[in-house]
């Protein structure tokens, strides 16, 4: 097994809603969208809607089986007089612009798995790597071994489209900062892999299964068929 950190760049950054005197043009995007590098997510009276982009390059990784990700932030804020809960979804977004906020209608639904998940509930503002984000299996799925990993992090009251009644937000180290969002990979190269079929009665001299690989047989009528098995390694 090994062990790779790395720490999110680029475009990572957040976008957030203007804010709305209508709680819905808010959570949907409709009255305009603003946008900053900094690490920022959840929601806000009057009314505003945070959304959290991270992007980190995982190109090392490259053919290797992950089999955990731990996603940590260092913690600056933490405005949640109401406690909520914090999704991450897998969301290539690339160049980050104000188009990639998820409005609450369509975007968010869309966005599929839940690939690390934790309440703002225990928010460490202490300076460090001191709030786990709770990665799941999902995100070791998502690591993308031949270029970036990206997410973007929002409320579970954003998705749900529940009207804040006081502030319910973080703020936290993404990038360009002392402590950038890390993602600490356990990997390790795969294996060979071995595909076996097993013939459905007497097959001649001429005979191959098409896939998968396979091997010829002895046609000998006085003998069963003898069977040589071929396998690839990834």
Request: some cysteine.
């Amino acid at each position: 097994m090994s062990t790779t950190v790395v720490y999110a760049s680029g475009e990572s950054g957040w976008v957030r809603s203007n804010v709305e005197a209508v709680y819905l043009n808010a959570a949907r995007g409709a009255g305009g969208l603003a946008s900053s590098d900094a690490g920022r997510v959840g929601q806000g009276t009057s009314f505003v809607c945070y959304q959290g982009f991270s992007v980190w390059d995982t190109s090392a990784i490259g053919t290797d089986t992950v089999s955990n990700v731990d996603f940590d932030v260092d913690g600056l804020t933490d405005t949640s007089t109401t406690d909520f809960v914090i999704e991450g979804y897998a969301f290539a977004f690339g160049t980050l612009t104000t188009a990639d906020y998820r409005d609450s209608d369509t975007g968010i639904p869309a966005l599929g798995s839940i690939v690390c998940s934790r309440s703002s509930s225990g928010w460490d503002t202490g300076a460090g790597y001191l709030n786990d984000m709770g990665a799941n299996a999902a995100f070791a799925s998502a690591i993308n071994g031949a270029g970036d990993t990206e997410i973007v992090l929002i409320s579970q009251e954003h998705r749900n489209e529940s009207e804040p009644t006081a502030n319910e937000y973080v703020i936290y180290d993404n990038t360009g900062a002392t402590y950038d969002a890390r993602l600490t990979i356990t990997h390790a190269a795969s294996g060979p892999t071995y595909t076996y079929a097993k013939p459905d009665g007497d097959i001649t001299t001429t005979g191959w299964t098409p896939t998968p690989l396979w091997s010829k047989v002895d046609d000998d009528p006085a003998s069963p068929d003898a069977t040589v098995i071929t396998a690839t390694a990834d």
